[in-house]
T-cell receptor
Framework: AQKVTQAQTEISVVEKEDVTLDCVYETRDTTYYLFWYKQPPSGELVFLIRRNSFDEQNEISGRYSWNFQKSTSSFNFTITASQVVDSSVYFCALSEAGSGYALNFGKGTSLLVTP | ETGVTQSPTHLIKTRGQQVTLRCSSQSGHNTVSWYQQALGQGPQFIFQYYREEENGRGNFPPRFSGLQFPNYSSELNVNALELDDSALYLC?????????????FGQGTRLTVV
């Protein structure tokens, strides 16, 4: 069963629009971590954020913000005022204590930002 | 740049052959994990090594094996290659404390099996 669901396969927005990438996860562990990674065409996964299950504070980093809600098992990622350089594939991942903290990735969302 | 390097970057092998992929971890990291990413999919966990021992394994057959060396570099070996093994193979290094820290990935090795 898919533990991390990224329902949006592809999103296309015009530059300067705000865009939210959804991530829903499933776990029975009380201790777990959630991540977002970006994968440009070069293939390397670029770390964006790590959140532990005990910290539901939302986080903002420049134009990026993350909304973690345990009640809905969601960890959504918003890009404000999107730019062409934000075009990439974005992955949400879950890391559970019961699985040795291996990363369990969603299928990714391909974001295209056009001028 | 993460400091995690993988070699080679691209590789073409014939079905039935064996392949070894290499990864050099980021300095100070003691854990290395390998992932397989098929085209259009998210990475799938193969296995993880911590202090030179396998510390977790995903749903991959025994023909996928690995090693971690004292300097924390690592190898992924795949025997009896199949066409479905064609994928991007990603190595990630991290520091295993109470739960892993964020994993830093290399640029991957793109394996094509023909």
């Amino acid at each position: 069963a898919q533990k991390v669901t990224q329902a949006q396969t592809e999103i296309s927005v015009v530059e300067k629009e705000d865009v939210t990438l959804d991530c829903v996860y499933e776990t029975r562990d009380t201790t777990y971590y959630l991540f977002w990674y970006k994968q440009p065409p070069s293939g390397e996964l670029v770390f964006l954020i790590r959140r532990n299950s005990f910290d539901e504070q939302n986080e903002i980093s420049g134009r990026y913000s993350w909304n973690f809600q345990k009640s809905t098992s969601s960890f959504n990622f918003t890009i404000t005022a999107s730019q062409v350089v934000d075009s990439s594939v974005y992955f949400c991942a879950l890391s559970e204590a019961g699985s040795g903290y291996a990363l369990n990735f969603g299928k990714g969302t391909s974001l295209l930002v056009t001028p | 740049e993460t400091g995690v390097t993988q070699s080679p970057t691209h590789l073409i092998k014939t079905r039935g052959q064996q392949v070894t992929l290499r990864c050099s971890s980021q300095s100070g990291h003691n854990t290395v994990s390998w992932y397989q990413q098929a085209l259009g999919q998210g990475p799938q966990f193969i296995f993880q090594y911590y202090r030179e021992e396998e510390n977790g394994r995903g749903n991959f057959p025994p023909r996928f094996s690995g090693l971690q060396f004292p300097n924390y570099s690592s190898e992924l070996n795949v025997n009896a290659l199949e066409l479905d093994d064609s994928a991007l193979y990603l190595c990630a290094s991290s520091l295993f404390r109470q739960g892993n820290t964020e994993a830093f990935f290399g640029q991957g090795t793109r394996l094509t099996v023909v």
